[in-house]
C-alpha cells in the first residue's frame, strides 16, 4: 500500500512500490493534468511538486514519496489558496501564463509551470541565467521567449 | 477540363427557439484557381465552415480543425466572426464534430488550384478508386491550410453571407433600402431613423431568406477583428490541467497496451516467447500483430514493464545493417549517376557552364528526422456492440474515424469520434501515417473493452514516418565580370511540395533536377514539408555565390529579384527587423527632452530598446535615484514635455479613473498598433463608467481625427477632452492608457501605471494591450500590479542606455563611443 497526500487529500493505493508516480496520478488515480512525454526524466512533462519541491514524477517511484505531500498542476491554485476561499481560481503563474499567452499545443506547459512555480517559490526574482538552469523543460513548440518573459513579469513586479 | 464553378452551396436552417444555422461552401474562382474536372464537381456537394446564430444573440462557430497549438479555433472564429461584424464578447467557439457535413474540402480546393492535388493527400487519391467526391470526406489540419483556404473561402463566405441575410431581414422590416443600413457589435443599425436590431431578433427570419451568391468581404481596412492580438481560446485550460489530449482519454473500463515494433522497417513477426510476463500482476493478454507484439495490461506501466520479458524474433532482411552512411552513399551514386527528372529546364545549362569563366560547386546533405510531438502517439479503440468509438489526437479526425470502422469491421455511421487536443501534430498526425492507429484497432478487435494503445517515446522516435534525408549538388556558372549565367541543382527525392526547389532568382539558365532517394525508410510531411530543407539548401548556395561574386549577400538577393516584388518587401522587412546592413544610426529626440536616440535599429516602438531586457537588480539603486529625481524633478517643475504644454495648474485637476493620450499616426502604423484610438476611448469609457475619463488630443491631431475623437468621446458623458499640462492629467489620474506616446512615458516621472495599446520601447515600464480584452484587465488591476515597479531603476537604465544628452560636458565623447559601439566600428 503506497500513501501520500495528493492535493491536500490522503491517497492510499495498491500498487507496486515501484510503480512511478506519474502513473499512479494518471492511471490509478486518473489525474492526468500530469503528462507522460518521455518517461526517462529529460523533458519535465511530468513534473509535480513534492514537498513544495520540483520532481519529475515518471523516475520517482511511489515508494520515495510516501508520507509526502505532493501538488499537481490541478491543485497548484487550491494549495496556494489554502484556507482562503476567495483567493483567485489561478495561482500568479497561471494568470502570467495566460497573460503572456504561453501555450501553443499546451503539452509540456503543466510541467513548465510547476516547475516556474517552484523556482519562484525558492527564488523570487530569478536571473535570466538562473531561469535557464531551473527550467529545462522541453516544449517542441518553442515558447521558450514567453515562458521567460511570464518569468521575468511576476520577478520584477 | 472544366473550370470551378461560381455557384456556392449554402445551406440555412431555423433552428428550435428561433435562431438560424448557416452552413457555406465556397469556391470563389480566379485565374489562379482552376482545378480539375472532379475537385469541380465534387466541390459543389459540400458544406465546409457553420455558423450558428441563436435568438439570445449568441454566435456559434463549428470549426473543423484540429487545434494542436496553431490558434485555429481562434483565428477561424476571428474571420467568420469579423465578417459577420459580431460581437466577439458573444462568440462561442465549438470543435465541429468529425461527420461529413464538415468536411473541410476548401483544403483540395485551395491546394488544387495552387499547386495541383498535394503530395500527402495523393496517396488517398491514388490507390482508390472511388471518386474525389467521396475523398472530400476528410477534415485536415495541414499544410498551412486552415486559415488560406477554410478561413478564407469557407469562415469569411459564411460570416459575410449571415451578415448580408441578417440586413436583408432588417430592412425589410423597417421597410428602409438594405444599403442604408450598418452593422456592428451583432447589430443592424439604420442610422437615419436611429434604429437598431439585434442580430438575435432577426435570426430566425434571416432562416427564411434565399442565401446570397456572392457575399461582399471586408477590405483589410475594414477588419474589426482580424489583425488583432485576440487572447486564444484554449489557453486557459492549458494552465490549469484540465486541457484533454488524446493521451488523456478515460473511458470507462479501459485497459492498455504497450507495444514492440519491428526493429527494420518493413519486416514481420515471426514468433513470440511470454516468459514471465503474463504471469505479473495485471497482465490481461499479449496480442501478435503482422509487425509488431503488444502486451495488454491494466495499467499502461505494468504492460510496459511485462513487454520487457516477452521475447520476439522479427524476419531478417537486406536492411538489417543499413546504415546511415549506407543511405548517403545511395544518394551519392543515384546523383551521380542518374539525370533525373525535371522539376525546372530554362535555357541551356550545359551550354553556360562550358563557356563560364568559373564554375563553383557546393553540396548539402540533412538527415532523416522524426516529428517527436510532446504527446506520444497514442489511439484509444472500443469497439462493442457493433459500434466503435475512437478517441486519439489527430490531424484528420473523419479520416481516422473512416480508417478505424474499416479495420474494425464496422459501418462508418456507426463509428464516433472523440475529439480532443493534440500534443503537437507536425505531419506526425496525418492520414498515411497509420501506424498506431491501425494497431490500436487491431488489438481493440480483441476485447470488448477500451483498449488505449501507447508508444513510448522511444518508440515514438524509432517508428515515425520521417522528414526525408536529403542529398543535394549544386553548381553556379559566372562570366568573366562576375555575373551568375546558370544554376544547376540535383536533389534525392521525393519532391513533396511542388516549387520548394525553385528560386526566385532572375538567373537565365536553369536546370533543377530530382533523382531517386528511395530507401526502406517511412517518409511523410514533416512541419513545412520540402521547405524545411530546400529553403537551407537554397540559400546557402546564394550566399556562396554571392561570396564568389564579392556582393553583399542582402544586395546581391535585391538585385536578381527586380521581378518578385513580394520577396523584395519580405528582404526588406527582415532586414530592417533585424537593423541589417543600413550603416546609419538613428538620430531623434528622445521621449523626454533633452535626450536623443542614437540607434542602430530604429527610434520610438521600434528602437533596440525594444530587444533589450531590463534587470531592475543589476541597477545601482542610489544612482538611478539620483537621476531620476533630477530629471523629473525639474520636468515637472519646470512644466517641461516634448510638446508645448499649457501652463501648469494652481489646484489639482479633478481625479479621474484615467487619461488617455491620443496620437497623431492613431490611423496610421499597422505594425505596431493594437487598438485604434477609438476602441481605446470606447473601451476605457465602458470599464470605467462610474468616474471620469480624461481625453488629450495631440497638437498635431489632424482636423479629421480631431474631429472623429470628439464625436466618439460625446457618447459617454464621463469622458472629457481636456488641453490641460500632461503632468496635470497624469497626476489627476489613476492609470495612463495611450498607444505609445511620449505624454505617457512622462508619466512614469509621476510613478503612474501605463497601458500601450502599441507596441513599444518602453513596455518593460507598462502593462502592453493586445486587445480590449486586455485593455479591461489592465485598466483593473494595473495600480496594483505596477504598484512596487522600479520607475528610478528603468528611467535610469532607458536613458542611460540608448539616449543620449548633448547638455552635458562629456557629450563628445560619449557620443563617439556610442558610434563606435553601435557601428562596429
Redesign the interface.
Known amino acids: 500500500m503506497a500513501t501520500f497526500k495528493v492535493n491536500g487529500i490522503e491517497q492510499n493505493l495498491d500498487v507496486?512500490p515501484e510503480?512511478?508516480l506519474l502513473?499512479a496520478l494518471?492511471?490509478?488515480l486518473?489525474?492526468?493534468?500530469?503528462?507522460?512525454?518521455?518517461?526517462?526524466a529529460s523533458?519535465g512533462?511530468c513534473t509535480v511538486h513534492v514537498n513544495g519541491r520540483a520532481v519529475r514524477s515518471c523516475t520517482t517511484p511511489v515508494s520515495a514519496v510516501e508520507g509526502q505531500d505532493i501538488t499537481?498542476?490541478?491543485g497548484?491554485?487550491g494549495m496556494a489558496a489554502g484556507a482562503n476561499t476567495s483567493a483567485p481560481?489561478?495561482t500568479a503563474v497561471?494568470q502570467a501564463?495566460?497573460?503572456h499567452?504561453?501555450?501553443?499545443?499546451?503539452?509540456?506547459?503543466?510541467g513548465m509551470?510547476m516547475a516556474a512555480s517552484a523556482l519562484l517559490a525558492s527564488n523570487p526574482?530569478p536571473?535570466?541565467a538562473e531561469i535557464d538552469s531551473n527550467i529545462t523543460n522541453?516544449?517542441?513548440?518553442g515558447s521558450y521567449p514567453r515562458v521567460r518573459k511570464a518569468i521575468?513579469s511576476l520577478a520584477?513586479? | 477540363m472544366k473550370k470551378i464553378s461560381r455557384r456556392r452551396f449554402l445551406i440555412t436552417s431555423a433552428l428550435v427557439g428561433g435562431g438560424v444555422l448557416i452552413g457555406y461552401s465556397a469556391t470563389r474562382p480566379s485565374r489562379h484557381r482552376l482545378a480539375n474536372t472532379e475537385l469541380a464537381q465534387s466541390g459543389e456537394h459540400y458544406v465546409t465552415s457553420l455558423l450558428k446564430i441563436e435568438a439570445d444573440n449568441t454566435v456559434t462557430v463549428y470549426v473543423p480543425h484540429s487545434e494542436m497549438g496553431q490558434g485555429v479555433h481562434t483565428s477561424l472564429s476571428m474571420m467568420a466572426a469579423d465578417e459577420l461584424d459580431a460581437d466577439w464578447e458573444l462568440v462561442n467557439i465549438e470543435q465541429a464534430p468529425a461527420i461529413d457535413l464538415f468536411a473541410n474540402g476548401d483544403i483540395i480546393k485551395g491546394f488544387a488550384s495552387e499547386f495541383g492535388v498535394p503530395s500527402f493527400l495523393e496517396g488517398l487519391i491514388s490507390v482508390s478508386a472511388i471518386k474525389v467526391a467521396e475523398l472530400m470526406n476528410m477534415q485536415i489540419t495541414g499544410g498551412s491550410s486552415s486559415v488560406r483556404f477554410t478561413g478564407e473561402f469557407g469562415m469569411r463566405t459564411a460570416g459575410a453571407a449571415a451578415r448580408q441575410m441578417l440586413i436583408e431581414c432588417a430592412a425589410t422590416r423597417w421597410g428602409v433600402a438594405a444599403d442604408e443600413c450598418t452593422t456592428q457589435l451583432s447589430h443592424v443599425h439604420h442610422n437615419a431613423s436611429g434604429r437598431s436590431l439585434a442580430y438575435g431578433e432577426l435570426a430566425a427570419e434571416a432562416a427564411l431568406l434565399e442565401p446570397p451568391e456572392d457575399p461582399v468581404l471586408k477590405d483589410p481596412s475594414q477588419f474589426n477583428i482580424m489583425g488583432k492580438a485576440i487572447s486564444r481560446v484554449d489557453i486557459p485550460a492549458k494552465v490549469d490541467g484540465s486541457a484533454i489530449y488524446g493521451l488523456d482519454a478515460k473511458p470507462a473500463g479501459m485497459l492498455y497496451a504497450a507495444i514492440r515494433f519491428a526493429p527494420v522497417f518493413g519486416t514481420k513477426l515471426v514468433s513470440v516467447d511470454a516468459g514471465d510476463a503474463l504471469n505479473r500482476r495485471g497482465i490481461k493478454r499479449i496480442v501478435e500483430l503482422e509487425d509488431s507484439v503488444a502486451v495488454v495490461a491494466d495499467s499502461y506501466w505494468r504492460a510496459k514493464e511485462a513487454l520487457k520479458l516477452v521475447s520476439s524474433v522479427f524476419e531478417t532482411s537486406a536492411n538489417d545493417n543499413t546504415s546511415s552512411a549506407d543511405i548517403y552513399a545511395g544518394f551519392e551514386r543515384s546523383l551521380a549517376d542518374e539525370n533525373g527528372s525535371k522539376v525546372i529546364e530554362e535555357g541551356d545549362t550545359e551550354a553556360a557552364m562550358e563557356l563560364a569563366a568559373d564554375v563553383i560547386e557546393g553540396n548539402y546533405r540533412v538527415p532523416y528526422l522524426a516529428h517527436a510531438a510532446m504527446e506520444p502517439m497514442n489511439c484509444t479503440v472500443h469497439i462493442h456492440d457493433d459500434k466503435v468509438d475512437v478517441w486519439t489526437s489527430t490531424q484528420d479526425a473523419l479520416g481516422i474515424k473512416a480508417r478505424v470502422a474499416k479495420i474494425a469491421g464496422i459501418a462508418e455511421d456507426d463509428a464516433t469520434f472523440h475529439h480532443s487536443y493534440l500534443g503537437g501534430g507536425f505531419g506526425r498526425r496525418l492520414p498515411f501515417n497509420w501506424n498506431v492507429i491501425d494497431h490500436a484497432t487491431l488489438i481493440a478487435k480483441e476485447f470488448d473493452v477500451p483498449v488505449k494503445t501507447v508508444l513510448s517515446r522511444e518508440d515514438d522516435m524509432q517508428q515515425d514516418y520521417y522528414r526525408p534525408a536529403v542529398a543535394s549538388n549544386f553548381k553556379a556558372a559566372f562570366d568573366a565580370e562576375g555575373n551568375v549565367l546558370a544554376w544547376h541543382n540535383r536533389f534525392t527525392g521525393p519532391v513533396q511540395t511542388p516549387g520548394a526547389s525553385h528560386i526566385p532568382y532572375a538567373i537565365a539558365n536553369q536546370s533543377i533536377r530530382v533523382v531517386d532517394g528511395d530507401t526502406h525508410v517511412p517518409i511523410a510531411a514533416w512541419r513545412s514539408v520540402d521547405h524545411s530543407q530546400q529553403t537551407f539548401f537554397t540559400e546557402s548556395f546564394v550566399d556562396e555565390i554571392a561570396h564568389r561574386a564579392g556582393k553583399n549577400p542582402y544586395q546581391f538577393r535585391m538585385e536578381l529579384l527586380q521581378q518578385h516584388p513580394r520577396h523584395r518587401k519580405v528582404l526588406e522587412v527582415a532586414a530592417e527587423a533585424a537593423g541589417y546592413g543600413q550603416n546609419l544610426l538613428h538620430a531623434m529626440p528622445a521621449y523626454v527632452w533633452g535626450f536623443w536616440y542614437l540607434d542602430e535599429v530604429g527610434v520610438y516602438w521600434n528602437s533596440s530598446l525594444r530587444f533589450a531586457r531590463f534587470c531592475a537588480d543589476q541597477i545601482d539603486a542610489d544612482k538611478a535615484t539620483y537621476f531620476f529625481n533630477g530629471v523629473s524633478g525639474h520636468m515637472l517643475r519646470e512644466n517641461v514635455s516634448k510638446s508645448p504644454q499649457e501652463a501648469r495648474l494652481s489646484s489639482p485637476m479633478r481625479p479621474a479613473a484615467a487619461v488617455i493620450y491620443c496620437q497623431e499616426l492613431e490611423n496610421g502604423d499597422d505594425r505596431c498598433h493594437y487598438l485604434s484610438t477609438e476602441e481605446m476611448i470606447r473601451t476605457t469609457a465602458k470599464a470605467q463608467r462610474e468616474a471620469l475619463v480624461y481625453v488629450k488630443l495631440h497638437p498635431d491631431q489632424s482636423k479629421a481625427a480631431r474631429r472623429h475623437i470628439m464625436a466618439v468621446c460625446n457618447d459617454y458623458p464621463h469622458v472629457k477632452i481636456s488641453d490641460a499640462s500632461v503632468h496635470d492629467l497624469s497626476q489627476a489620474s489613476r492609470v495612463v492608457v495611450t498607444l505609445n506616446s511620449a505624454a505617457a512615458f512622462e508619466a512614469l516621472m509621476q510613478k503612474k501605471p501605463v497601458i500601450t495599446c502599441a507596441r513599444s520601447d518602453f513596455w518593460h515600464a507598462t502593462l502592453s494591450a493586445r486587445s480590449t480584452g486586455d485593455l479591461r484587465e489592465a485598466l483593473k488591476y494595473g495600480p496594483e500590479v505596477m504598484a512596487s515597479f522600479a520607475y528610478e531603476k528603468f528611467f535610469y537604465w532607458f536613458l542611460g542606455r540608448n539616449c543620449l544628452e548633448p547638455q552635458q560636458e562629456d557629450f563628445a565623447a560619449r557620443a563617439w563611443a556610442r558610434i563606435r559601439e553601435k557601428a562596429y566600428l
Open positions: 507496486e510503480m512511478p502513473w494518471r492511471d490509478e486518473g489525474m492526468t493534468g500530469t503528462k507522460f512525454g518521455c518517461g526517462i523533458c512533462a499537481t498542476i490541478e497548484l491554485a481560481s489561478l497561471q501564463w495566460i497573460d499567452q504561453v501555450p501553443q499545443c499546451g503539452y509540456c506547459q503543466s509551470i526574482n536571473s535570466d522541453v516544449c517542441r513548440c521575468r520584477t513586479a
